[in-house]
């Protein structure tokens, strides 16, 4: 007779998107042990997306300063170990680092990791990666629990937004002149890393076929910090500050991210964090890929409402050549028809 799981321990340090992908194993394991409590570990910073979701019972957060002390880090680790008893801990990545949380457990029967070659004596089920994509890749991790467990997988991951929240960013919506009845598209324009940055030509352009095909559009322009701030109002001048693009709307928080897309009629843009948290709220989007990052692993769930375009979708050859870089790749998308993004045949914002 299998052994009861009474409470569980997930283990995601890194950003924002892995963070989200990877919560299809809280909801997953939801339904498969409804009376287990789940627990998620995160970077502090984005613990708060997570608070609150139906599946996940408690997030314990790690903060930079924490994680930058390894006496401090450690300890912490070591304290809710000896505190917590788990029957069940998936460590997402197996690195060094969150190596420590299965070293301070040993007695927990499921110690569930990547297979790494230094892990082999801490983690008693060490599962490959492979071609998949990440929910994929990351579901995989349930696999040795089906030898006891009937297991129910899910893939689509999600986020939850409160009323309070609604309520308070329909009144900034109000504030900044928005018609919650238009549509509204978010636009990732910019993104923490320059690799990831499309090409701002092309976004220009790109964006201006959007504002004449839906003139009852409004745009909000995503942004974090200031150089990606400076990037963003840049594209807007280009644009010839157009009314329609609210600028200086901005979600100043996780939380204030998740209620602006329980609004958002679309999400155009660079494939990034922002990007998944909008599919989680299930908003229709589409995205584009730099050439360091493969659509086949981050575009989860690819369907009529979740598309995406790489090079490979242009140029085959040229996407097996690594010296190209994100303006080279511009340049197919500009003289291609696929790079022409016909978002009015598919995406009828004006109907739906």
């Not at 300063?65 to 990545?93: N, P, W």
Request: aromatic content about 10%; charged content about 25%.
């Amino acid at each position: 007779m299998a052994t009861s799981i009474r409470k569980i321990l997930i283990v995601r340090f890194r950003r924002v998107g892995d963070a989200v992908l990877s919560s299809v194993l809280c909801s997953s394991l939801r339904q498969s042990f409804p009376q287990a409590e789940i627990h998620y570990v995160l970077n502090q910073n984005i613990a708060p997306l997570f608070m609150p979701h139906p599946d996940v019972d408690k997030v314990i957060p790690f903060s930079d300063a924490e994680q930058k002390s390894f006496l401090t880090y450690i300890g912490k680790v070591r304290r809710l170990m000896k505190s917590e008893h788990y029957d069940l801990i998936i460590d997402t990545r197996s690195t060094i680092k969150s190596l420590w949380f299965s070293l301070f457990s040993l007695h927990t029967p499921w110690r569930i990791g990547r297979k790494k070659a230094y892990n082999i004596f801490l983690q008693n089920y060490r599962i490959p990666l492979s071609k998949y994509d990440e929910v994929t890749n990351t579901l995989r991790l349930l696999s040795p629990l089906k030898q006891q467990y009937a297991i129910r997988e899910e893939r689509n991951f999600r986020l939850e937004c409160t009323d309070v929240e609604r309520q308070d960013f329909a009144h900034k919506l109000a504030q900044n002149g928005v018609d919650t009845n238009k549509p509204i598209i978010v636009c990732a324009v910019t993104a923490r890393l320059e690799s990831k940055v499309w090409t701002r030509s092309q976004m220009v352009e790109t964006l201006r076929r959007i504002l004449n095909t839906y003139p009852n559009a409004q745009l909000i322009f995503n942004y974090a910090g200031e150089r990606e701030k400076q990037n963003a109002f840049a594209i807007w001048e280009e644009l010839g500050c157009n009314p329609r693009i609210f600028i200086h709307l901005e979600a100043n928080t996780l939380r204030e991210m998740v209620a602006m897309f329980s609004f958002t009629s679309f999400f155009f843009g660079n494939e990034g964090g922002p990007r998944h948290i909008s599919q989680a709220m299930n908003v229709p989007g589409f995205a584009i890929y730099s050439p360091a990052i493969a659509k086949s692993v981050w575009l989860v769930n690819e369907g009529e409402r979740t598309q995406g375009i790489e090079l490979a979708d242009v140029d085959v050859q040229a996407a097996n050549d690594n010296s190209l870089t994100f303006e080279d790749v511009a340049i197919f998308f500009a003289n291609n028809k696929k790079g022409n993004l016909p978002l009015a045949e598919k995406f009828p914002l004006e109907k739906n």
